[in-house]
T-cell receptor
Framework: SQKIEQNSEALNIQEGKTATLTCNYT??????LQWYRQDPGRGPVFLLL?????KEKRKERLKVTFDTTLKQSLFHITASQPADSATYLC??????FGKGTRLHILP | DADVTQTPRNRITKTGKRIMLECSQT?????MYWYRQDPGLGLRLIYY???????NKGEISDGYSVSRQAQAKFSLSLESAIPNQTALYFC????????????FGPGTRLTVL
C-alpha cells in the first residue's frame, strides 16, 4: 500500500536558521506531492505543490524538492521565524497525507 | 466570508445517534472531499466527489455515507455513531484536473459518547 512518512517528532529550530522537513513515500512515484501548514484546531492551508518531473519549487522563503530516486521530498523554510511554528503536512496527491511534523521556531 | 464552511463546528452526540456534518463552498469547485483527523494518524480520506453525480469511497468509508446535494454542498452522515468515530472532520475542495491544491474548511470536532 502507498504510504507517506514524516518525522513524527517535533523539530526545534533557532530563529533565523533554515528548517528542513522530510517526507518519504513508498512504492511508485506520485504524480505530485503537496505541502500544507496546519495550526492547532484549524484546517490545513496549502503551501506548495511539486510535480514528479520538477526537481525544486520555491515560494518566498519556502522551497520544496522532489527526489524520485530517494523517494523523498524535502521542505525548507529559510530565515525561520517564530510565526512559522506549526505542523507541516506532506500529501501524496490528494489521497494520502502524512501525520505531519511539528515545527517549533525558538526565539 | 470563508470559502469553505462546515457546520456544526463542534458536536457532542451519543452512541447510536444519527448525525450529519455539512460542508458548503463558494469557490465554484467541482471536487469535494471528506477527511477525518485523529491524533497520531494524520488525515484519512473518507469519501470524495468529482462532480454532483459522482461519489467515491475513500480509505475509511465504513460507517459513513455522503450526499452531494449540489456543486456547492457535500454532506457526511454517520448513520449510527460509535465512540471510535470521535475525531476532527475536514471538508476540502479543489478544481478539476490533476495538479490542483485543496482548500480545507475549518473542521468539525465530533465527540461520540
Amino acid at each position: 500500500s502507498q504510504k507517506i512518512e514524516q518525522n513524527s517528532e517535533a523539530l526545534n529550530i533557532q530563529e533565523g536558521k533554515t528548517a528542513t522537513l522530510t517526507c518519504n513515500y513508498t512504492n511508485y512515484s506520485p504524480a505530485y506531492l503537496q505541502w500544507y501548514r496546519q495550526d492547532p484546531g484549524r484546517g490545513p492551508v496549502f503551501l506548495l505543490l511539486i510535480r514528479e518531473n520538477e526537481k525544486e519549487k520555491r515560494k518566498e522563503r519556502l522551497k520544496v524538492t522532489f527526489d524520485t530516486t530517494l523517494k523523498q521530498s524535502l521542505f525548507h523554510i529559510t530565515a525561520s521565524q517564530p510565526a512559522d511554528s506549526a505542523t507541516y503536512l506532506c500529501a501524496r496527491e490528494w489521497i494520502i497525507f502524512g501525520k505531519g511534523t511539528r515545527l517549533h521556531i525558538l526565539p | 466570508d470563508a470559502d469553505v464552511t462546515q457546520t456544526p463546528r463542534n458536536r457532542i452526540t451519543k452512541t447510536g445517534k444519527r448525525i450529519m456534518l455539512e460542508c458548503s463552498q463558494t469557490k465554484g469547485h467541482d471536487r469535494m472531499y471528506w477527511y477525518r483527523q485523529d491524533p497520531g494518524l494524520g488525515l484519512r480520506l473518507i469519501y470524495y466527489s468529482f462532480d454532483v453525480k459522482d461519489i467515491n469511497k475513500g480509505e475509511i468509508s465504513d460507517g459513513y455515507s455522503v450526499s452531494r446535494q449540489a456543486q456547492a454542498k457535500f454532506s457526511l452522515s454517520l448513520e449510527s455513531a460509535i465512540p471510535n468515530q470521535t475525531a476532527l472532520y475536514f471538508c476540502a475542495t479543489s478544481e478539476a484536473g490533476t495538479y490542483n491544491e485543496q482548500f480545507f474548511g475549518p473542521g468539525t470536532r465530533l465527540t461520540v459518547l
